[in-house]
């Protein structure tokens, strides 16, 4: 089955171009003809939308919300047990999944209090890493989840994760920090992780570790959807917004890339629960209000996760490429205008 939409605007990554004709099947098509057409007067083809922080808790239920909403990829930050892992990768007509499977956490922290969080997650020195990271290539881990904190007993000690960056980069396995203090962000950064999920509640990030961070070329993925509920739950304990959206802006002037991500999850226990699919499009509003033109924040959430986490197949709409795709409503800034959604050419919604 091929479909054609005829005479829509499509956005490259960087720009939306004029009124053309997109055709594919399960893969984007050079041209040809179509089984179906689609009429895309006053509308804006994406590729479909790469949430880079998701948690799939409920099973094929969130992977449903978020294709909803244009979500076709996501990226879990955290799921368990493996078997559940590669049941949802294997789900079909709903976003695709990959995950980080089972994270590492420090033995004090919130995370290994969690209701239903493995002990085998929990990692105290750096004598465990080199065991942690060949469970999780076993487990078919996609890339590797840390979560950091500013110092021992709630977080692993600059050694252990030091350790453990070092263990998955021998594997080939980008590292990806969770970090919501200043504290736990300077933990990271020092250890050479690839990609930092979250951004400071506590304080705007200092200069010298955003410096760092641009030398590195250490990615943000700052949550800012859930850094907002966050706060709101935590304000008494000195926890603010502004911080994390003053770091965002921040960290974007100084040429750090910036990509979009929401936390969202269901999970008993977490502090605030995004909603999966619907919660990007918030996540886009916050990017955009930290600083990003509506430009940079679309491919925040398309062509650059695909480049940093090596998504070859998808994050743009080109010949070869996946057919993920978001038809809107539009100029395209406005993106709850949801019109269509295909994932691998199935028509979702």
Do not use: C
Request: glycine share 12%; aromatic share 4%; net charge negative.
């Amino acid at each position: 089955m091929t479909t054609a939409i005829e005479n829509v605007r499509v956005f490259d990554g960087s720009a939306v171009s004029g009124p053309r004709r997109v055709v594919f099947g399960d893969l984007v098509l050079a041209d040809g003809t179509a089984d179906t057409v689609v009429d895309g007067t006053g509308h804006v083809l994406l590729p479909g939308l790469i949430d880079t922080h998701v948690h799939v808790v409920r099973g094929r239920a969130d992977l449903e919300g978020l294709a909803r909403w244009g979500v076709t990829t996501g990226l879990d930050m955290g799921a368990w047990p493996v078997a559940f892992v590669d049941e949802m990768r294997r789900q079909k007509g709903v976003a695709q999944v990959l995950s980080a499977t089972i994270p590492a956490v420090g033995a004090g922290g919130h995370h290994a209090g969690m209701p239903g969080f493995p002990a085998e997650g929990v990692v105290t020195n750096p004598g465990e890493a080199r065991a942690f990271v060949a469970r999780r290539v076993a487990d078919g881990a996609d890339y590797l989840k840390i979560v950091t904190e500013a110092a021992p007993p709630e977080g692993m000690d600059q050694p252990t994760v030091n350790a453990l960056v070092r263990e998955a980069h021998e594997q080939g396995l980008l590292v990806v920090a969770h970090a919501v203090t200043t504290g736990a962000f300077r933990v990271a950064v020092r250890a050479g992780v690839d990609v930092i999920t979250h951004a400071p509640l506590d304080a705007v990030l200092d200069d010298d570790t955003t410096a760092r961070m641009r030398d590195a070329g250490t990615v943000s993925s700052p949550t800012l959807t859930m850094m907002e509920g966050t706060a709101k739950a935590f304000g008494a304990a000195g926890f603010r917004y502004e911080h994390a959206r003053d770091t965002v802006a921040k960290l974007h002037a100084a040429g750090v890339p910036v990509l979009a991500g929401t936390d969202a999850n269901s999970a008993p226990g977490a502090p605030f629960a995004p909603r999966h699919g619907e919660s990007m499009h918030r996540e886009l509003e916050l990017l955009t209000a930290a600083g990003l033109t509506p430009v940079e924040a679309l491919a925040a959430a398309t062509s650059l996760p695909a480049k940093v986490f090596g998504l070859a197949d998808r994050g743009e709409v080109a010949p070869g490429k996946r057919a993920d795709l978001l038809l809107l409503e539009g100029d395209g800034t406005a993106t709850r205008t949801v019109a269509g959604v295909w994932v691998a050419g199935e028509r979702v919604r």
